[in-house]
């Protein structure tokens, strides 16, 4: 749509006209061509997902670390099958547990861009212990610490991601993310380990520490730059600056977003609806909680809420089973042991284990790329269940291989490279299908009064499933052997038939009418309550021409706000 279409929509629309609807149209396409035209959104967010890398870079490095004979040597307990292997790679989600529940004050106190800069400095510390690890307890502590700055940057990212996206290029801004992670996860395992440092001093007895003090010191350097690039790159996300009143910043950031003058139709129509969303957070803490005044007691009653009312809960339920099942498919069972697993379906020789495990890297980056696309032409239900069969498959396959196969793999290569196949085949299906839609649901299924809150406790069940994962792995394949690959095959059922039978299809379903989906009284106040705000607004914006120019909120309101924060 040209700007003058847009602006002469815009000034003769009244306020409910400009939804997201008209502003999605307005500011043209999404996905890929919506990125490349809005090449500076599309850099900000490749920017900030350099959070996403160092959360995939250090989940896959840990793998080709653990098989180093230099490692297994310094470390027998932690190295090779040691008793403490699947607490070094779980002490890490622990964290990150920690750490996606503790941003949420943070980003809101501090701002989004500066939670992140906190996590880049906890990452950092993690980091240098990890490099310098000269016992167990060194290796602990700074995988804990490093972890509570990936859970906050797990989270602080994609919101601050969402906040500076325009509304048509949001859903392909959460894919960038997951493309990210995965691209962190393939580098890790490729270029580091496969063709890299694991030859420092060659692979076997004679092998230097570099070889694994290395990979752990080269987070740095995407840590410093995202550390660097949140003061003097990155701006405030203009919801925030809204939020805490900073409104002509906001407005100031928001032009330069949109590469638009601070008075362009489209960019006074966006602050205008930030504006009511934060207004509306104000009215439905202030209707909903008469009596909580602190920010403490505000955030209490939205936890309970989010509990006690039933079509809230069954959303919870959702989120969080989601976030739950994506973990237990197993995908970081391969991600964090992928170099142990190849080995114990036949693939011999650290080399070629660790060049299949290469492999998975980089079908998982090449398979997360149409996900955009898929997941909104064809709805998540049916992108979910294609993944889910075909994820069971694989696992049912593996496991069978493996049961015939396990005590002469020697003699029946080409079973161990069928098995390497349905490893390979696995990652494919994951990476398009849960590994994306299970960070699309927590965001768009909530209505927005709790958003926030529900959110962060989905988060936090995708980590402690994580750490659970990465404890029980080792153990089971150590003494179930191909029964681990069962057990995934269980979980992955039990995902396509919850999908199936329970999960209702959210594509192309406006949030506003979420509640439609869950029942519940929720839909039609957060209605009333938007047109109140709306007609409200509708009469500012006829009265004054330059929203950056007044002070609307209603007194009271403000008041509200300003004490929030
Ligand atoms: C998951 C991670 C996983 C990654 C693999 C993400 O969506 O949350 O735990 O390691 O996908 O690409």
Not at 105 to 126: E, N, Q
Not at 288 to 297: E, H, L, T, V
Request: charged share 15%; glycine share 8%.
């Amino acid at each position: 749509m040209s700007n003058e279409k847009a602006d002469q929509m815009i000034r003769s629309s009244s306020v409910e006209e400009m939804s997201s609807v008209d502003l999605d149209s307005a500011y043209g396409p999404s996905g890929f061509r919506g990125l490349v035209k809005s090449s500076n959104i599309l850099f900000y967010a490749l920017f900030a997902s350099l959070g996403g890398f160092l959360f995939g870079y250090d989940q896959g490095v840990i793998s080709g670390v653990l098989v180093m004979s230099d490692f297994e040597t310094r470390f027998p307990r932690v190295g090779g099958n040691g008793d403490l292997q699947g607490w070094v790679v779980s002490i890490m989600q622990l964290g990150a547990f920690v750490g996606a529940l503790i941003n949420s004050p943070l980003a809101d106190r501090l701002s989004r861009r500066y939670s992140i800069a906190v996590a880049c400095v906890a990452f950092l510390i993690g980091s240098v212990l990890q490099a310098g690890a000269i016992d167990n307890s060194m290796l602990f502590i700074g995988r804990f610490i490093g972890g509570i700055g990936l859970g906050q940057i797990s989270m602080g990212v994609p919101l601050w991601i969402g906040e500076i996206a325009p509304p048509n290029l949001r859903g392909s801004a959460v894919t960038l993310q997951q493309f990210a992670i995965a691209s962190g996860i393939m580098i890790s395992f490729w270029l580091v380990l496969d063709y890299g440092t694991q030859y420092i001093g060659g692979i076997g007895e004679g092998q230097s520490q570099l070889a694994w003090r290395l990979p752990f010191a080269l987070r740095a350097i995407p840590a410093i730059t995202l550390l660097v690039g949140c003061f003097f790159i990155l701006p405030f996300s203009p919801r925030w600056l809204v939020k805490v009143r900073r409104e002509h910043e906001a407005l100031a950031v928001l032009s330069r977003l949109r590469k638009l003058p601070e008075n362009h139709p489209i960019v006074q129509a966006e602050i205008m609806q930030i504006k009511a969303g934060a207004r509306f957070d104000a009215l439905t803490i202030k209707e909903k909680f008469p009596n909580a005044k602190s920010s403490a007691q505000i955030a209490y009653q939205q936890y309970k809420e989010l509990f006690t009312q039933k079509h809230l809960a069954k959303r919870l339920f959702v989120a969080c089973f989601l976030q739950f099942l994506q973990q237990f498919t197993g995908v970081n069972a391969i991600i964090y042991y992928a170099p142990k697993m190849f080995k114990s379906i036949g693939l011999s020789g650290n080399s070629v284990s660790l060049l299949a495990t290469g492999v998975v890297g980089i079908i998982n980056v090449i398979a997360t790329v149409p996900a955009i696309g898929i997941v909104d032409n064809f709805g998540r239900r049916v992108v979910l269940m294609f993944g889910a069969i075909f994820m069971s498959l694989s696992h049912f396959i593996i496991a069978t291989l493996y049961a015939i196969y396990e005590h002469s793999w020697a003699e029946h290569l080409s079973a161990g490279w069928a098995a390497a196949a349905f490893v390979w085949f696995f990652v494919f299906n994951f990476a398009y299908s849960v590994g994306c839609i299970a960070w699309i649901y927590p965001t768009e299924i909530f209505p927005l009064g709790v958003r926030a809150q529900a959110m962060g406790i989905a988060i936090s069940v995708n980590w402690i499933s994580n750490f659970v994962i990465g404890l029980i792995t080792p153990i089971m394949l150590n003494y179930i052997k191909f029964g681990t690959f069962y057990f995934f095959f269980a979980f992955t059922m039990v995902l396509f038939c919850w999908v199936m039978f329970f999960l209702p299809e959210t594509k192309g379903v406006p949030m506003e009418e979420m509640d439609k989906l869950w029942g519940g009284s929720e839909g039609k106040e957060t209605a009333d309550r938007m047109a109140r705000i709306q007609n409200e607004l509708k009469c500012e914006s006829r009265n004054v021409p330059n929203y950056s120019k007044t002070s609307s909120y209603s007194d009271e309101l403000d008041i509200e706000m300003q004490e929030q924060y």
